[in-house]
């Protein structure tokens, strides 16, 4: 079993919709990265997360430690936020230099 | 302000030759890392550092050497490059080792024939 799972795998969805991508892990952390990548290949960071909720314009992520669980959602949503979204966990202690991804969440917003 | 800044952005290899991907951050960052990025596999980590003088290993290191003799460069050295290692080559840095946001490299794509 993978240590971070993202769910769905890829997702297709209307200009307009909002949208969910979830993160679940098996470890400890200390922190909870959100990545976007685009499809040039770029990787540019969201959000980075311990505990609660922010947000940052149509973006909202939030975590719940206990549920070991973090979800991504996107307000409406918009052609530009095509790409792949990449959750990646940060352990404590002697693993906190480790930083384990998830396989990302292909997301597709059609006009 | 640059950033990360990862060089080449591609390269081509024979088996067995060896090579040099550099890395540069220019934000006085404490933590810089390494990744490969496999179709299917996500990104895994190589080797990170959380200072000058100290490295370590991530979750796939065989193969690949690094190095941190100042705070700004991170090179990661193929010594005898495989077909197993062409992949696409991330380089991040962040300003801390935890608690903050992670600046990444616009990769190399590096393809061993």
């Known amino acids: 079993k993978n240590e971070v799972e993202q769910s769905p795998q890829n997702l297709t969805a209307q200009e307009g919709e909002f949208i969910t991508i979830n993160c679940s892990y098996s470890v400890g952390i200390s922190a909870l990265h959100w990545l976007q990548q685009h499809p040039g290949g770029g990787i540019v960071s969201l959000f980075m997360?311990?505990?609660g909720k922010k947000k940052h314009g149509r973006l909202i992520a939030t975590i719940n430690i206990q549920e070991k669980h973090s979800s991504l959602h996107i307000t409406a949503s918009h052609p530009r936020d095509s790409a792949v979204y990449i959750c990646?966990?940060?352990?404590?202690?002697?693993?906190?230099?480790?930083?384990?991804f998830g396989k990302g969440t292909k997301l597709s917003v059609k006009p | 302000n640059a950033g990360v800044t990862q060089t080449p952005k591609f390269q081509v290899l024979k088996t067995g030759q060896s090579m040099t991907l550099q890395c540069a951050q220019d934000m006085n960052h404490e933590y810089m890392s390494w990744y490969r990025q496999d179709p299917g596999m996500g990104l895994r980590l190589i080797h990170y550092s959380v200072g000058a003088g100290i490295t370590d290993q991530g979750e796939v290191p065989n193969g690949y050497n690094v190095s941190r003799s100042t705070t700004e460069d991170f090179p990661l050295r193929l010594l005898s490059a495989a077909p197993s290692q062409t992949s696409v080559y991330f380089c991040?840095?962040?300003?801390?080792?935890?608690?903050?946001?992670?600046?990444f490299g616009n990769g190399t794509r590096l393809t061993v024939t």
């Open positions: 991040a840095s962040s300003r801390t080792v935890t608690n903050s946001p992670l600046h």
């Open positions: 997360l311990s505990s």
């Open positions: 990646a966990v940060r352990g404590y202690g002697g693993s906190q230099g480790n930083l384990i």
